[in-house]
């Protein structure tokens, strides 16, 4: 049953079903090298694509819709934050007191926020969170993946940080690497600001870097504890 929870439904285009199917079997053998090696990875879990077909039964005409089912990252917690981070300070803000429903706040909020309780892990946790968003990004380019995100809930019951990488299908297509060169040949006025599309290479490097900085190793008698997020 879907009510639990357990699950995630997401509408996907046509376009980028064929786009998980052709890369599919790179995906299942990915999951399966982590799971034999024991080498840590943030990949949210993907259960299956299906497709969902309407019919109407007075005209017959039909609708059909593509649906991908992931697991939820937070099923049976009580998370009381949630971001999604892309490593990017461009338009990733939110404001909670504009926002009706489910709140996520992102990378601008995560940097405020972290001001004055940054997201401190132990030494151990942050090196398989290192480990873990350095192949799992490595894999991801190799597919030419980009724009995805990783999804950080606090839970504040067990006071853990719940992570996955989350919207790893979309390729970077022909059309985003048109839109990369015009942006930074300044042709249409774009020069001098970054661009919104990026390669994978340099998507991934600034996401690796982000996240860097963004989870702190608690501090210990051998570290200063003046230094951590500048203000």
């Not at 894999?139 to 853990?160: I, P, R």
């Not at 790893?168 to 839109?179: G, M, Q």
């Amino acid at each position: 049953s879907l009510v639990d929870d357990r699950f995630v439904l997401k509408e996907l285009p046509k376009s980028e079903i064929q786009l998980f199917l052709d890369s599919a079997h790179n995906y299942f053998d990915y999951l399966q090298r982590c799971f034999d090696s024991r080498q840590p990875t943030l990949l949210g879990k993907i259960v299956g694509i299906y497709q969902i077909i309407y019919r109407n039964v007075t005209t017959n005409a039909t609708l059909r819709t593509n649906l991908l089912v992931m697991e939820n990252l937070f099923y049976n917690r009580k998370v009381t934050h949630k971001f999604d981070l892309k490593g990017s300070m461009r338009n990733r803000l939110v404001n909670p007191d504009n926002q009706e429903g489910e709140i996520v706040l992102l990378d601008e909020n995560l940097l405020k926020m972290s001001c004055e309780t940054p997201l401190y892990i132990l030494p151990h946790s942050k090196v398989v969170l290192t480990a873990a968003i350095h192949n799992d990004t490595e894999f991801l380019s190799e597919q030419s993946v980009m724009d995805y995100s990783l999804l950080v809930g606090l839970d504040s019951d067990n006071k853990e940080l719940v992570l996955g990488i989350i919207d790893y299908i979309r390729t970077f297509t022909w059309d985003k690497k048109l839109e990369t060169m015009v942006k930074k040949s300044g042709l249409l006025g774009g020069q001098g600001k970054l661009p919104t599309i990026i390669s994978p290479k340099e998507y991934r490097k600034r996401f690796i870097d982000a996240m860097h900085r963004y989870f702190l190793m608690v501090p210990d008698h051998w570290a200063g504890l003046g230094r951590g997020l500048e203000c």
